[in-house]
């Protein structure tokens, strides 16, 4: 333990790391990705009118039309209209993946927030947000206080998929922060210079880094509509995001080949063994059909373990881009009185 007069106090420390001060009122931008939400929006935009005005000086609401087939498009080129708000307007439905990545690269403030359209986060966090912002967080990412609603399935099989996800990583992909976050200009600018076109954001926010904080809340009902994530969809996410971000399924052929070689030699020399000492003829139709059908069935499971691999790498060498825009309406950051 250092003498006290060695030990840095409050204010040397202060010195040594001269943090510079966060802007109290920086620009920002809210992402909204959006698919077939025009009654959600005509509830949600108000209220953000409302409340960012108050909250800093410069900001910009970004909705991007994810191929909707209700107003979504009318109710967006309606208020593009007014001052601050932008439409970006996909040629189809890409995916929410997609749709915030095409939000990202049209926000222009030095904090960025995403947020759903769908009324199920609450607008009043973003207050708290930035105050984490201002405090030196890098990301602040809302997370489900209460996942009561999720039935018994959907809980067990989300723990497992972040297990797996995370064995033998160097990061970690917390389970519980969505996609309500608030992110930093650098982190925005390092999330867009990934080339990437699996874009599962969860993951990619992890890989990125960044000093992240935890904000708990309370989830909203969604209000009009339903959820676009079913079963399938969740499995396919999965899978996207598994092959994304691990390797180690396919070093599982390795580990299986070495169990399995393995196993046979010492079945292989009990069988000599009992043939040269008692002479037991070998027999065992039924030792034959199992151990054939076995290692059929985790050969096939490793083929198709693979085959998913290189079907993301398929879609990565295309290098197609990751969405198509068809249209940009609206202005840009509002300035106080623009
Ligand atoms: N969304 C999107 N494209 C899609 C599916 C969803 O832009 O293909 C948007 C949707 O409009 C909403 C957000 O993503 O703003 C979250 O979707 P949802 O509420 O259906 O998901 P959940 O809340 O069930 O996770
Ligand atoms: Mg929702």
């Not at 990934?194 to 890989?207: D, I």
């Not at 199992?290 to 879609?315: K, W």
Request: charged share 20%.
């Amino acid at each position: 333990r250092l003498p006290a007069s060695q030990r840095p106090s409050a204010t040397t420390a202060a010195n040594l790391v001269a943090v510079p001060k966060r802007n109290a009122r920086p620009s920002l931008s809210l992402v909204l990705p959006c698919r077939n939400e025009a009654r959600n929006l005509e509830t949600l935009l108000p209220l953000l009118l409302a409340r960012l005005g108050k909250l800093v000086d410069h900001w910009e609401v970004v909705l991007v039309d994810d191929g909707s087939t209700d107003d979504t498009v009318e109710v967006m080129r309606r208020w593009s209209a007014c001052p601050g708000f932008t439409a970006v307007q996909l040629s189809r439905n890409f995916g929410k993946e997609a749709a915030l990545t095409a939000g990202l690269r049209q926000a222009h403030g030095e904090v960025v927030i995403s947020m759903d359209a769908d009324l199920q986060h609450p607008p009043r966090l973003l207050e708290d947000m930035l105050a984490h912002w201002r405090d030196g967080a890098d990301v602040v990412y809302a997370v489900k206080a209460n996942r009561a609603d999720e039935g018994p399935v959907k809980r067990w099989g989300s723990r497992a998929f972040y297990r797996l996800l995370n064995a033998f990583e160097r990061f970690e992909v917390p389970a519980d922060g969505g996609d309500f976050r608030l992110m930093d200009r650098a982190v925005v600018d390092a999330l867009l210079a990934l080339p990437e076109r699996n874009r599962f954001m969860k993951g990619l926010y992890a890989w990125v880094g960044f000093h992240a904080v935890p904000l708990p809340y309370l989830p909203e009902d969604r209000v009009h509509g339903h959820s676009h994530f079913r079963f399938r969809q969740l499995l396919g996410l999965s899978l996207d995001g598994l092959t994304a971000f691990t390797t180690w399924p396919l070093r599982l052929a390795t580990v299986c080949g070495i169990i399995v070689a393995l196993a046979a030699l010492v079945y292989g020399g009990a069988v000599a063994v009992s043939y040269l000492l008692w002479g037991n003829p070998v027999s065992g139709w039924t030792t034959i059909v199992v151990g054939l059908a076995a290692l059929m069935g985790i050969q096939m499971i490793l083929l198709g373990i693979m085959g998913e691999y290189i079907g993301r790498i398929f879609e990565e060498v295309k290098g197609r881009p990751i969405y198509v825009v068809k249209d940009v309406l609206g202005h840009g950051l509002k300035a106080p009185g623009g």
